[in-house]
């Protein structure tokens, strides 16, 4: 059987490395095959109508996500209420729709003791923040209890439109103001690497919880500063970790998958991956 990672650029993934290591641990290698293709938008839906009856599912990462919900024939409410999907599973002559970093978001933060959220700052406005909010909903938030936070409020539309699904009142205010948001259980920071900085301080401040979806390099300087602090940080690679396990067993049928195999194939490629840009 064959699974594979789709989308632009993704070069980067550790998804293969996970998955892998996951079929390795469920006795599947030799099996199952995990690959990793550049795919543009347009290009879905071409890719998924190609794949044959080897094909077990996809996992697919931005800028796919909007269309793989559109493509499916089927999809879970949570990926309806985000209004995208990072994971399509062929079934039965069926496309079936699925968002796992929801789970992922959660199953990190409870990792990592945050069990109970009443209200959260979310910082960036895209898809990554619209699985949030599903998270933090998850998690016990408030319907009013939410705020995104990003350079131009109105590029938060989605993840207030997905609170509006979910029955939550997602609140927006430019990233500028930060400062007047954080007296908040979590700041959960959906921003890329490096973009996060300049809010390390006053975060790092506030005494909330901090969980960070960049996963390399890390610590990030949100993430460093609210460790100094002694606050409770979660970095990206957790999230990555249980989103992928989840994939696992949706595309394999497994009960449960072997999530420490893969956390300690991750890492040690992560490691890999730092130690090779340090020699160069």
């Known amino acids: 059987m064959r699974a594979a990672v789709l989308g632009s650029p993704v070069g980067h993934s550790l998804s293969p490395v996970l998955h892998t290591a996951a079929y390795a641990a469920l006795g599947l290698a030799g099996e199952w095959f995990y690959g990793c293709f550049e795919c543009a938008e347009d290009g879905l839906d071409g890719f998924v109508k190609g794949c ?53 978001i959660a199953a990190a933060l409870h990792e990592a003791g945050v069990e109970r959220v009443s209200a959260a700052a979310v910082l960036g406005g895209g898809a990554t923040a619209a699985s949030a909010v599903a998270a933090l909903r998850d998690l016990g938030a408030d319907p009013g209890g939410v705020t995104v936070l990003a350079r131009d409020p109105a590029r938060a539309a989605g993840a207030v439109a997905a609170g509006e699904r979910m029955g939550m009142r997602v609140a927006t205010a430019p990233l500028a103001e930060i400062g007047a948001h954080l007296d908040t259980d979590v700041v959960v920071s959906t921003l890329p690497a490096g973009a996060g900085d300049a809010y390390a301080e006053a975060v790092a401040g506030c005494g909330a919880a901090v969980f960070d979806v960049v996963y390399s390099p890390w610590p990030t300087a949100l ?35 072997p999530v420490e195999a893969m956390r300690t194939a991750g890492l040690a490629e992560l490691h890999r991956r730092t130690a090779a840009g340090a020699e160069r």
């Open 223 to 257: 993430a460093a500063a609210s460790q100094a602090a002694g606050r409770t940080v979660v970095g990206g690679f957790p999230m990555l970790l249980h989103q992928a396990a989840r994939q696992v067993e949706l595309m394999t049928g497994a009960e449960s998958a």
């Open 52 to 104: 044959g009856d080897g094909w077990a599912g996809l996992s697919v990462t931005m800028p796919l996500k909007h269309e793989a919900l559109r493509l499916a024939d089927e999809a879970e409410p949570v990926a309806r209420d985000v209004g995208g999907a990072n994971t399509l599973v062929f079934g039965s002559g069926r496309l079936l729709a699925f968002n796992t970093d929801v789970h992922g």
